[in-house]
């Protein structure tokens, strides 16, 4: 990585990107934020309203070193985000996957082995046509790869009820922790079973809808999941 | 339920619980809000810093009416928290479990069936220590079930270094998401498969620890997971 990079390879840290403890488990790699952002499609998100916090759980996309959500126009966050033009709705935006349960000896020492990210920045609205229509095909191919292309495209009604917001990967970090559990050297002898107890996310067999033409082949991209 | 009753069996909805769009997916039914709550155990903890959003994954347990987040007494949010005859400060608490990815004919109608929870309110510092103990023992319960009495209790230094904060369970609402696409019924004859693809929590086989003495037995309430 030299200075005059475009694309440097880390998120440069910030005050709130650091963590108070734990700063081992921290991480501003490029590679390794995108890739945390990209096995995952929902997110939190929180805002301040009133003055107080407000945590919703959203579908997000990542195109580049941007992230989009979206809602319908009529939603509160999404009304309080305003245009490009503006400085945006300050939001807090974390995605987090759990990898497994961490069983130590001690109570203490229990944990959990996961990967997050959060980004801080301001949301703003997307209000480009193009812009506004490849975050939504982004938002329907981060859930399911492939199937942007295998359905309906939104009409002019439902574009025009359709809120996207943006998001800059600027003030990223990721944290992770991974391994087995930290033991006291004094609790190795107890009895108890420690080690970590993997978790994982799966897919079942999909289920078509009741009124799907009984033919339809369940598509590749399905099946791949 | 009747008004006298001291223990009703919804939440009472309030302006920051009713949502302004998908009303009918809030429910405010307080057994299905506590299974949701039961069924996870990491939640996303929102508060305000420096009049800023930040959402933090991180375990939490409920014990009645009550939610517990336990963490580093060097921790930000944990040091934000003030004692029990303190206001508090502000939190949103999410949880929430996807179920399926749905996907419809149409691009704009496609979702996710989900079931959430959203618990705003003050999280305030435990400082009892008999109350102190039983939310850490609930902190690793809630993620394994029989784990608490299977391993070394926190000593009086883990106990110091260990702040637990209390958020009760009183503005409270729960969202969720069901069944198959909502498809236009003019998009019903186009050639794109439609339904769910389910999504669930899996647990792998359990890892012991490399120092794990090697005739210890998987614990029953881990093969049970």
């Known amino acids: 990585m030299t200075a005059e990079s475009t694309t440097p390879d880390a998120y440069q840290p910030t005050d709130r990107t650091v963590p108070t403890r734990s700063r081992e488990r921290a991480s501003y790699d490029r590679e390794l934020v995108h890739s945390i952002l990209d096995e995952g499609y929902v997110c939190h998100l929180g805002f301040v309203r009133d003055g107080g916090p407000v945590v919703l759980p959203t579908l997000y996309a990542r195109v580049g070193e941007r992230l989009y959500v979206h809602g319908s126009t009529g939603s509160r966050p999404l009304r309080m985000a305003s245009g490009a033009e503006d400085p945006g709705m300050p939001v807090c935006l974390t995605v987090t996957h759990v990898d497994g349960l961490v069983l130590a000896r001690s109570a203490f020492h229990h944990s959990i082995n996961y990967r997050s990210v959060v980004v801080h920045g301001a949301a703003r609205q997307v209000t ?98």
Chains 1, 2 share one sequence.
């Open 128 to 225: 480009d046509g193009a812009e506004r229509a490849a975050a939504l095909d982004a938002l329907v191919d981060h859930v399911v790869p492939g199937r942007a292309a295998d359905s309906r495209p939104a009409n002019a009604k439902e574009l025009a009820a359709t809120a996207v917001l943006r998001l800059d990967l600027a003030e990223v970090s990721a944290k992770i922790r991974t391994g087995g559990p930290n033991d006291e050297p004094e609790d190795l002898a107890l009895p108890h079973w420690s080690g970590v107890l993997p978790v994982a996310r799966t897919y079942g067999t999909p289920v078509p809808s009741d009124d799907l033409t009984a033919d339809t082949p369940v598509p590749a991209y399905l099946t791949r999941l």
